[in-house]
């Protein structure tokens, strides 16, 4: 499941039945050496296109005049002791949502452990690093594997941020 889902992510689409035999009939009547038969995303999730598909895939950019969004690490440091749990709890089911590809935080179920949504290693490394980026603490992976679920997560990660020193790893 989880492969499928990097793949999707990535703008790839699996092919039914009639299609996969539709390209390798094509293919076997083509000749060349090498061919590619792929269902492809006019724009992948996130414009994440893996390099050796990116001159097939064309990559939608924001616009410069985009405006720019507040500081995620700004907006926690000020947060209210009250305000800190919830504003938590969400970014951590928003960049669950994004490292399994799903449309925003709404669709993260906060007390599902990760494991049981499709979680692998590399999407234990995405969430650690989107969290890292979003919260300016640095989080382990092994994190994932000890908060199981978004709710013990932001937990864990509250405490570090209201912890004297929140410049270490935790």
Not at 105 to 130: K, Q
């Given at each position: 499941?989880?492969?499928?889902?990097?793949?999707?992510?990535?703008?790839?689409?699996?092919?039914?039945?009639?299609?996969?035999?539709?390209?390798?009939?094509?293919?076997?009547?083509?000749?060349?050496?090498?061919?590619?038969?792929?269902?492809?995303?006019?724009?992948?999730?996130?414009?994440?296109?893996?390099?050796?598909?990116?001159?097939?895939?064309?990559v939608r950019r924001r616009s410069a005049r985009a405006e720019v969004a507040p500081d995620p690490v700004d907006r926690l440091r000020?947060?209210?002791?009250?305000?800190?749990?919830?504003?938590?709890?969400?970014?951590?089911?928003?960049?669950?949502?994004?490292?399994?590809?799903?449309?925003?935080?709404?669709?993260?179920?906060?007390?599902?452990?990760?494991?049981?949504?499709?979680?692998?290693?590399?999407?234990?490394?995405?969430?650690?690093?989107?969290l890292a980026e979003r919260t300016g603490v640095r989080v382990t992976a092994a994190a994932v594997y000890?908060?199981?679920?978004?709710?013990?997560?932001?937990?864990?990660?509250?405490?570090?941020?209201?912890?004297?020193?929140?410049?270490?790893?935790?």
């Amino acid at each position: 499941m989880a492969a499928g889902v990097d793949a999707s992510r990535a703008g790839l689409h699996p092919l039914d039945d009639a299609e996969a035999t539709a390209l390798f009939d094509a293919a076997l009547a083509d000749g060349r050496p090498l061919l590619a038969p792929l269902s492809l995303a006019a724009t992948p999730q996130d414009a994440d296109v893996p390099p050796l598909l990116r001159q097939l895939v064309p990559v939608r950019r924001r616009s410069a005049r985009a405006e720019v969004a507040p500081d995620p690490v700004d907006r926690l440091r000020g947060a209210a002791d009250h305000e800190l749990p919830e504003l938590l709890l969400t970014l951590v089911r928003a960049a669950t949502a994004t490292v399994l590809g799903h449309r925003g935080p709404e669709s993260v179920d906060p007390d599902e452990p990760f494991w049981d949504t499709g979680f692998t290693s590399l999407t234990a490394v995405e969430l650690r690093n989107l969290l890292a980026e979003r919260t300016g603490v640095r989080v382990t992976a092994a994190a994932v594997y000890e908060e199981p679920t978004p709710r013990a997560l932001s937990a864990h990660l509250r405490a570090a941020l209201r912890a004297p020193h929140t410049s270490g790893t935790v």
